[in-house]
């Protein structure tokens, strides 16, 4: 069975940062690609970061070019997103997400982690 397991998440003010990690089994880890998505209240999840098997490529949500950071060690098995410079508007559930095909990845994933809650205050 797959796990995807999210950590890291917590209350922090604006301008903090966070590094949220996903720890993962019941994959076989460097054969996919992995990608981070987020959810604030009442609105839909939307696509944050992806990063490819080869660890040769990266593609970024637009409000997080330039703040967040992904990145995978395949000996850990774990993926991770660097968030720094919070924002209010970065509040949400962050999910962990995993798929073979890293155009699909971006739009419907076909794992997924449980989320961790991220709250930035002002």
């Known amino acids: 069975q797959v796990h995807l397991v999210e950590s890291g998440g917590g209350l922090v003010q604006a301008g903090a940062s966070l590094m949220l990690s996903c720890e993962t089994s019941?994959?076989?880890?460097?054969?996919?690609?992995w990608a981070w998505f987020r959810q604030a209240p009442s609105k839909e999840r939307e696509f944050v970061a992806a990063i490819d098997w080869k660890i040769s490529e990266t593609n970024y949500a637009d409000f997080a070019k330039g703040r967040f950071t992904i990145s995978r060690d395949n000996v850990k098995k774990t993926a991770y997103l660097q968030m720094t410079g919070l924002k209010t508007d970065d509040t949400a559930v962050y999910y962990c997400?995993?798929?073979?095909?890293?155009?699909?990845?971006?739009?419907?994933?076909?794992?997924w982690g449980q989320g961790t809650q991220v709250t930035v205050s002002s």
């Open positions: 019941g994959i076989t880890f460097h054969y996919y690609h």
């Open positions: 997400v995993a798929d073979k095909n890293f155009n699909t990845i971006r739009t419907s994933p076909t794992y």
